[in-house]
């Protein structure tokens, strides 16, 4: 409790935190905004009345709280996977680890609950990004004139938890692997860089091996957070060629998750830390 | 807190390398409880090899240790919950402040009470800049704090990594201070250093270690007293009738002819026999016109590390007169 804790205080005053949160936000906030705002002129979308309707659609609710978090998830499966990788890394780059291994503290303990508290920041910044999201379209909708009388509607609300709780997961998976990408890289940079290679990666490699790629870790966290109406944006692996059922999906990103970790904990454990 | 033998620390053949390049080859380090020790050798000698074995970041690939009178093997890892250590660099989160870095560290391994941290603050004279963040601290206030981290949990022993690295004059005063009354309360100090001036003056003991392996060990002054030299300025056409005096105190390797032309002497001899030099010279009617004592552990060191000099080493020739004449002892021509 006392590393989880630690690892929370950590977390909380790290910039990393807050930038790649703004960054989120402030992309989310300024395409919410731009679309509601241009939806009704010709510069909205595309510029045709398809663009312009489909823009309307983007902040109408009750329809626009899926789209606002998959755009989170999306977007934020990226960001968390850079997140995860600058937290690990640094505990290589900078030596902290070596710090604590010195004064007897188990190493796999070390990095679970150093990975915990990433979840558990992960968990909350979803949760705020989301209700950042939802003000942003409110007042997207609000410029783009389209009524906002689906934002109390039940059904949808009553679903939001388990999407959210979905989402969580499949963004913790992401988180992972790029913890794990910069333990065994022993770096922040490093790590970073062989991620973000990863993301893309696998989104270039769904075109052409839609039938490998849809098991691999970005698009099954895609295809587990999917509600199949495809409106969704925001990018995100290579979900869009080919996906599994969203339930095969969720199995597989536990595997991902739980694999991940292991060999994060694994290595950490085996490693010589020197430097 | 030692074991039955007495020791805070001990290898018995330790070994480790990297790929083909042995780093230890069969390292037997015996640390007395309650002492300052110094750990000394070249740069490659295996020195920082051995405290990343000690600290269980690198594992052996054979020999035992013993911390603390108990084996410690790789999952013996609450072993160094009584053992304090700064690795090479002090390594810090560098966005948060001192006060903080402590406190997470202490977040690992032992339990520390808050108030610990505001002691070892206080010991380490960062009180006033402790919510400063570490990544605006200069390289000495880090190692100040790398020592108040080592500090942390009360350890039994201490092993510290160069631990006069960026401190200024005072800063090397009253680390060497603190060490040296950490050990008269009982605790043991394993320092690791090039600066053989700074071991002379704070170390009890001295291991030196070259190539992976022990070459000497022992009590400093023990140690010193072997290599204690007296030197002697007789009249330069007496050096050969002083030379032939003093054969009998000393075989003749052991005496050296520094500079004729001055007139002087070196005897290598424990200290505390400058008075039979002068009485012997006396007695043969040649009297000294100067007469100087001292140790010098840079000397010992070359000899022992096969004359790899201590990278940046500075050799300190402590006198009991303060030896200013004359060229070093033993870099003279054998009488």
Not at chain 1, 218 to 234: E, I, K, L, P, R
Not at chain 2, 124 to 145: E, F, H, P, T
């Amino acid at each position: 409790m006392r590393l989880f804790l630690s690892g929370l205080r950590k977390l909380v005053r790290r910039p990393a935190t807050f930038v790649i949160f703004g960054l989120l936000i402030g992309l989310l906030v300024l395409i919410v905004l731009a679309v509601g705002a241009t939806a009704n002129s010709g510069m909205g979308a595309g510029g045709g009345p398809n663009g312009r309707a489909a823009a309307k659609e983007l902040v109408t609710f009750p329809g626009a709280y899926d789209r606002m978090l998959q755009f989170i998830l999306g977007l934020g499966g990226l960001f968390a996977m850079i997140y995860g990788a600058a937290i690990a890394g640094s505990e290589w780059s900078w030596g902290t680890l070596k710090s604590a291994v010195a004064r007897g503290e188990s190493r796999v303990r070390y990095m679970l609950f150093s990975f915990a508290s990433i979840g558990l920041m992960i968990a909350v910044g979803l949760v705020i990004a989301f209700g950042i999201a939802v003000v942003a379209a409110v007042i997207g909708a609000n410029l783009a004139n389209v009524s906002t009388s689906g934002l109390g509607d039940t059904a949808t609300l009553g679903h939001l938890p388990e999407r959210l709780l979905k989402g969580w997961f499949a963004v913790l998976e992401e988180a992972a692997l790029g913890f794990t990408i910069a333990t065994l890289a022993r770096s922040q940079l490093a790590g970073i860089g062989a991620g973000i290679a990863f993301y893309f990666g696998e989104t270039f490699a769904s075109i052409f091996l839609p039938d490998i790629v849809k098991y691999m870790p970005f698009s099954v966290a895609n295809a587990s957070v999917a509600t199949g109406s495809g409106q969704g944006f925001g990018g995100g692996g290579g979900a869009t060629i080919a996906t599994l059922p969203a339930d095969q999906a969720l199995l597989m990103v536990a595997v991902w998750l739980v694999g991940s970790l292991f060999v994060a904990a694994l290595y950490s454990d085996r490693a010589e830390i020197s430097g | 807190m030692s074991g039955m033998d007495g020791l805070a620390l001990a290898t018995r053949g330790l070994r480790k390398s990297y790929g083909s390049r042995r780093a230890l080859d069969g390292l037997d380090l015996s640390v007395p409880a309650g002492v300052v020790y110094g750990f000394l050798g070249p740069n490659g000698a295996g020195k920082t090899t051995t405290m990343r074995v000690l600290t269980g970041l690198i594992h052996a690939d054979g020999g035992t240790v013993e911390l603390l009178g108990r084996p410690f093997k790789r999952g013996d890892r609450h072993r160094l919950f009584e053992v304090g250590a700064l690795v090479e660099a002090p390594t810090f989160y560098p966005y948060l402040s001192a006060r903080a870095n402590l406190r997470e560290l202490a977040a690992s391994g032992a339990p520390v009470p808050s108030k610990r941290i505001e002691e070892v603050l206080d010991l380490a004279g960062l009180c006033d800049r402790a919510n400063d963040k570490v990544q605006g601290y200069s390289m000495g206030m880090k190692q100040r704090l790398g020592i108040a981290a080592a500090l942390l949990s009360d350890p039994k022993l201490l092993l510290l990594d160069e631990p006069a690295n960026g401190l200024d004059p005072a800063g090397i005063v009253a680390m060497r201070d603190t060490l040296k009354a950490l050990a008269s309360q009982g605790k043991t100090v394993f320092v690791s250093s090039h600066l053989l001036a700074e071991i002379q003056v704070m170390a009890d003991v001295v291991g030196i270690i070259a190539a992976g392996k022990l070459v000497r060990e022992g009590p400093l002054k023990e140690l010193l007293s072997m290599q204690g030299v007296v030197k002697v300025r007789v009249r330069p056409n007496l050096v050969d009738a002083a030379i032939e005096t003093l054969a009998p105190l000393a075989p003749a390797e052991r005496l050296t002819e520094t500079d004729r032309d001055e007139g002087w002497l070196a005897v290598r001899l424990a200290t505390d026999r400058a008075e039979e030099v002068n009485q012997k010279l006396a007695g043969a009617g040649i009297y000294a016109s100067g007469l100087e004592s001292g140790t010098d552990l840079e000397m010992l060191f070359l000899e022992l590390t096969g004359g790899q000099g201590p990278s940046g080493g500075e050799g300190a020739f402590v006198g009991l007169g303060g030896l200013n004449g004359g060229a070093p002892a033993g870099k003279g021509t054998a009488a």
